[in-house]
């Protein structure tokens, strides 16, 4: 569902991502673990479609991001963990707004914001204001939005930062039934024990990727938590390159 080959950006002499590669399956739960400012929000813009590559290339989807961008973008969902809807519109026209723009109308919208609405424990809240929800059901509603057209690749962008354990892990609950549905969940968190839901993990560090593999036989070769293998690579790749442009290649752990 996603293929990616020796993909890169370059802002002015700086690389933010460089040379990395990598494949999804779909359904596959991918999780993108790294540091601020390794890299990970340059490569998901890329993948989006929001970003051109300097170098290599990308097909999400089917789409190549760099020529098919609009393709791409209509077969994908988003979800950031800086609310981006409309508080001033309320829970149902939010829903409404985002079905037109996928269009959906008539019983077709009715029947997917009524169906979404259940799944989040939005239906009782259909009136209130989007700006007013309690922060879990905010990005409750973001996920509706972002599934109103049933995409077949879900970008999930630190979406549980500041949220309650609760809402964490009913957010994980549905990522897996998204995927056992078909849809390819592409996740980034900074809660590396949120990670071990995923399937496969890539870690990302100046602008490299170090890592890739299921989270299980990361833990099992490097011993630890998941949390202290990935501290334990990011201090290793600070002795190959500093400020994104590496020295030399580290060895990148997979499969």
Known sequence: MIEV??????????????????????????????????????????????????E???????????????????????????????????????????????GLFGDARRNRIQALAERADLAGRAK???????????????????????????????????ADPFFRESLWEWIAELSAAGTTPFVTTHYLEEAEHCDRVAFIDRGTLIALDRPQDLMRRHGGSLEEVFFRLVQEQAQWGVGGAPKATPPVSSR
């Not at 933010?16 to 494949?23: C, D, M, Q």
């Not at 790294?34 to 998901?44: A, D, E, F, L, V």
């Not at 026209?93 to 985002?98: A, D, G, S």
């Not at 700006?131 to 409750?140: A, C, E, M, N, V």
């Open 56 to 102: 290599g290339s990308a097909r999400v989807a089917g789409f190549d991001v760099a020529g098919e961008a609009e393709s791409v973008k209509r077969s994908i969902g988003y979800v950031s963990q800086q609310f981006s809807l409309y508080p001033d519109l309320t829970v149902q026209e939010n829903m409404r707004f985002f079905a037109g723009v996928y």
């Open 128 to 162: 209130e204001l989007a700006g007013d929800l309690p922060s879990g059901f905010r990005q409750r509603l973001a996920l509706c939005c972002a599934l109103m057209h049933q995409p077949r690749v879900l970008f999930l962008d630190e979406p549980t930062a500041g």
């Open 5 to 54: 080959l020796a993909l890169g950006r370059r802002f002015g002499d700086f690389w933010a991502v460089r040379n990395i590669s990598f494949e999804v399956g779909a359904g596959e739960i991918f999780g993108f673990l790294g540091p601020n400012g390794s890299g990970k929000s340059t490569t998901i813009r890329m993948l989006c479609g929001l970003l051109k590559p300097s």
